[in-house]
């Protein structure tokens, strides 16, 4: 059977004339296009110098208003700025509504503004010294500050209110008028009954309106710190913790190898043939072998549990800070390099009076001790003596896991402030655990312990 062959339609004339017509619309647009772009390029181009000029003015005069009109809206008090939003709803009453009531309000508060303003006027020009003695104290002792003013003005100063923040309080001086060139000095003492690091100042006076609508304060000195040490008590040198280091510190210990040649003796059986010293040997017709002195480094790493749950009562912390200061002072005056850390404080071979200050910014935190021991391991891989010192809230095998932290050669000690408990020393699992409630219990408990 034959295929028949199909025909294809053509298209209809309506469809044609259609689309000839979509296309020459979209030929005419374009060609508008390109024609009103080229005539507009030229307006553009020199337009564009015109607006980058206004641009950069509108900034200039953006920031202009920033560096003006900023210091000026910041003595605003609250008081102000809601008696400004007042004003401005009472005028907007006033117009909408016919109001004359609220019109003199808001020309009344616009007076009353402008009245206190008027106490601003004026400009201050000291010069103020603060100075503080001594920098570092220990609890209980006394610290003294000055505080010197000179009117540095070619006017005479009104007076004025001198405020001094000491610590978490503060302390306040009205000073009186000067003249010109005019001196004025207030003595302050500084309160040191707790241990940390007071900051002193800055020193700023305050002008404003009798109304408290407008204060203006001026900062005239930096910040000074004062670092109150804890309490410490005088320990005997430390024996414990003690590494041979070729490069070490001699000590007097008679050794039979290291490299700090002491000495000649006669030869006893046992000893290393390595050592004998042939020369002198063959001279005075006998064996004799050489003796060496230790070369030793110590490095003492006090980690202090900083976590409040783990002690009975706040003050206890606090002695525990002073048995870690105790502690790492007796070190340094050993020769040893000495780490403390307490929370997210640290200190690693500093100097006696870094380690008190060390010691004076520790604060309470909830750290746990074994994440401390492992960041001390980190930052002192060279420890040969670890003290963990903890309250009696703190399970023995979380001090086990803390001292897991460093090697197996290092001496480890770990004392618990329990004041509850009679001073008393354990050993458990190679792990002396040594419980004090006073200060001055340390140097007996220390001299067993290591």
């Known amino acids: 059977m034959a295929r028949s062959k199909g025909k294809r339609s053509a298209p209809a004339p309506g469809a044609r004339r259609a689309t000839g017509g979509t296309s020459s619309a979209r030929t005419s647009a374009a060609a508008l296009w390109r024609t009103t772009a080229g005539k507009a390029a030229p307006v553009l181009r020199k337009a564009a110098p015109v607006l980058d000029g206004a641009r950069e003015r509108a900034v200039d005069l953006r920031d202009l208003a920033s560096r ?4 000026a809206w910041a003595t605003f008090t609250p008081a102000a700025r809601a008696l400004l939003v007042l004003c401005a709803l009472a005028w907007v009453a006033a117009a909408w509504g016919g109001w004359i009531e609220l019109a003199v309000v808001a020309a009344g508060v616009l007076v009353l503004m402008l009245l206190a303003a008027l106490f601003m006027i004026g400009h201050t020009n000291l010069e103020v010294r603060m100075t503080t003695e001594p920098p570092r104290v220990t609890v209980g002792e006394p610290v003294t500050g000055e505080v010197e003013v000179r009117n540095k003005a070619k006017t005479p100063l009104m007076p004025v209110r001198l405020e001094l923040p000491v610590g978490r309080g503060g302390v306040a001086f009205d000073l009186p008028a000067l003249r010109p060139g005019g001196t004025h000095g207030e003595l302050f003492v500084v309160p040191t009954e707790r241990r940390g690091v007071i900051e002193v100042g800055p020193v700023t006076t305050g002008r404003g309106d009798p109304l408290g609508l407008f204060r203006r304060e001026v900062t005239w000195s930096d910040v000074r710190e004062i670092f109150v040490h804890p309490v410490i008590t005088p320990l005997e040198p430390l024996g414990a913790g003690l590494i041979r280091d070729l490069e070490g510190n001699v000590s007097e210990n008679i050794s039979q190898s290291d ?24 001279r005075h017709g006998q064996l004799l072998v050489r003796q060496f002195l230790d070369t030793r480094r110590s490095h003492i790493n006090v980690i202090v549990d900083s976590d409040p749950a783990s002690y009975a009562d706040p003050e206890d ?4 800070i002073s048995t870690a200061a105790s502690l790492l002072v007796r070190a340094i005056m050993d ?21 008190l200050d060390a010691c004076s910014r520790a604060e309470a935190a909830s750290d746990r001790i074994t994440d401390v021991a492992g960041r001390g391991a980190r930052l002192a891989p060279d420890t040969s003596l670890v003290c963990l010192v903890t309250g009696p809230h703190q399970a023995f095998g979380t001090l086990q896991r803390a001292a897991a932290h460093f090697p197996i050669e290092t001496a480890q000690l770990a004392m618990v402030i329990d004041p509850s408990k009679s001073a008393s020393l354990k050993a458990v699992s190679d792990l002396p655990l040594l419980t004090l409630g006073k200060l001055s219990e340390l140097p007996g408990l220390l001299k067993w312990g290591l």
Do not use: K, N, Q, V
């Not at 003006?68 to 210091?71: D, N, V």
């Not at 490299?259 to 004998?276: N, Q, T, V």
């Not at 307490?342 to 100097?351: D, I, N, Q």
């Open 68 to 71: 003006r009109l900023g210091p």
């Open 259 to 282: 490299l700090a040649f002491h000495a000649l003796r006669e030869y006893s059986p046992g000893d290393d043939l390595r050592h004998i010293h042939w020369r002198s040997s063959a």
């Open 317 to 320: 912390f606090e002695l525990a």
């Open 335 to 355: 020769g040893f390099d000495a780490t403390f850390l307490c929370g997210e404080h640290a200190m690693t071979r500093g100097t006696g009076r870094s380690a």
